[in-house]
């Protein structure tokens, strides 16, 4: 029987490169965390009503609802295996993960990142062995709204518990742009550097045509293996020569970047663009339940919307191990497993 474009990409093997694990609580998840939580529980109806943003700053504000409900290790335990259960229904085998270690840090005292870390491994290596993968990197992420301090102490975290953990890979900095140029964090990313740890950050997302480029420019002149985003670099033709010339992978969220106002509509996504010129783009999520499309689903909206062949989506697939933190020998293989695939 002939797949239909869906099921041929839902088999296509695939990382996904940019996905906040808080990003994953799905409003029926959300119910179960204020039940345990709240002394008057979210109803389904109020929860789903969260999920509906006005513009980037009022998605933050959503986002942050929802951490405020995972309070325990058993929580983000929860929200891991439904994760990773939900990534392997769409053909996802490998994911580096986005934790918020600055909101556990900055907010919730009690609860300790190195007990979260232990309820999530295990959590990972369960699923991993009911389901034979998909394989989870983690990435410590900080606020950048929060300042050098704040982000200071995830990235220094992460360096020492790597050894522990040896999932976690890579540092981030995320939130606004506007509230915390990644200017601030220059020192610290060298100093991550220096520990071993790869480094990504969020850049030229919710920026505009002057500070976007900017802001894209600082993260590489820092050594910023990945930018999350990256739609600002449509206004600057020399910079994306330079993406292009770099092959440094930018993680586009195309369906994100429109829920959050920061693109107004799939026609409008430079993603065409970036792709005539050479540049490195791997798809992702971002938010899945928070934003109504997972990985898959952009995966076909991409193809349906800028008319982009299945060969043409294999070789964003391909993108994606390439870019990913995974050893050589394993990237390698997953590559040659979906050159295979028909």
Known sequence: MTKTKRQWLRGLPKAELHLHLEGTVAPETLVVLSQRHDSTPLTLEEARALYEYKDFVHFLDTFKLVLDRLLTPEDYALITREMMRHLHEQGVVHAEVYMSWGNILHWKAPLQVEDVMAAVEDARIEVERELGGPSVYWIADASRQWGAEEAGRVFRLAASLRHRF????????GGDEVGGPIEWFRDLYLEAKKAGLRLTAHAGEATGSVQGPLEMRSALSMGVERIGHGLAAQYDDELMDILAKQQVPLEINVTSNIRTGCCPSVEAHPLPKFLEKGMLCTVNSDDPTMFGADCLDDYVLISDAFGLSLD????????????SFLPEDKAKRWISAL???R
């Open 166 to 173: 040896p999932n976690i890979v890579g540092i981030g900095i």
């Open 312 to 323: 043409k989506m294999r070789e964003l697939a391909r993108n994606s191990f390439s870019a």
């Open 339 to 341: 050159d295979a695939y």
